[in-house]
């Protein structure tokens, strides 16, 4: 089941238990459902910098609850979003 606006898998792993978890696609990972709190911040970071360092990733990923990878993926689609869109 994934777990959705901000809150960690309770044993601290990944978004899922296992390939038969997800479907049996060979441990493709759940979505992630970002609150709007959380899609409030991502937006206001990107728009003071479109590509993050891996401090400011490490310092937002741990003030948002979130993992590293997930801030790093949101940046690569929200970037892919921008590209489309221009």
């Given at each position: 089941q994934p777990?959705?606006?901000?809150?960690?898998?309770?044993?601290?792993?990944?978004?899922?238990?296992?390939?038969?978890?997800?479907?049996?696609?060979?441990g493709r990972r759940l979505r992630t459902a970002f609150s709007a709190e959380q899609l409030s911040t991502l937006e206001s970071s990107f728009q003071r910098q479109r590509y993050l360092?891996?401090?400011?990733r490490r310092?937002?990923?741990?003030?948002?609850?979130?993992?590293?990878?997930?801030?790093?993926t949101w940046f690569q689609n929200r970037r892919m979003k921008l590209k489309r869109q221009l």
């Open positions: 777990w959705g606006a901000g809150q960690p898998p309770q044993n601290g792993g990944p978004e899922y238990g296992g390939p038969e978890e997800a479907g049996g696609r060979g360092g891996a401090a400011e310092k937002l990923a741990g003030r948002m609850r979130l993992s590293e990878v997930q801030i790093k």
